[in-house]
């Protein structure tokens, strides 16, 4: 009698947190629309949508995008003093030489911000428009 109440005692305790894993959806996520734009060269911008866990950091959506979109890929570089920086998008990176970079705006009602901070640390808003755009530190 004390090894069959055991047992369903186990089964019960078993069925309690199996409902709890089968049921446990993660971290809430917020959608934002990431757009990459050239300003070196006379093409279309290319939009994307992704997301990101609810104050999770702008990398994340980009690790998240390149891993669902074939057609868009990044890649970064650590700096010692600054942290993580944009190195290319989409085969194009910025480029010392020719005084260009990838600038990080944040869109909203047509007016752009430049963001404060890099990719590591950047937390994207819910349903934000992230512009990704080569420009150059010299316009002649």
């Not at 970079?101 to 349903?127: H, M």
Request: hydrophobic share 35%.
């Amino acid at each position: 009698m004390a090894a069959r109440m055991t047992a369903l005692l186990s089964v019960g305790l078993l069925l309690v947190w199996l409902q709890g894993t089968l049921t446990h959806k993660g971290p809430a996520t917020v959608s934002i629309k990431l757009s990459v734009e050239n300003d070196l060269a006379n093409v279309t911008p290319q939009t994307y949508s992704s997301s990101v866990v609810e104050r999770g950091v702008l990398l994340g959506a980009l690790r998240r995008l390149q891993e669902t979109q074939q057609d868009f890929k990044f890649t970064v570089k650590e700096d010692p003093n600054y942290g993580l920086l944009l190195e290319s998008v989409n085969g194009e990176a910025g480029n010392e030489h020719k005084q260009t970079y990838w600038e990080i705006l944040s869109e909203s009602s047509g007016e752009y911000t430049s963001l404060d901070v890099g990719i590591g640390c950047y937390q994207p808003k819910a349903n934000e428009h992230i512009i990704l755009r080569l420009s150059t530190w010299s316009k002649e």
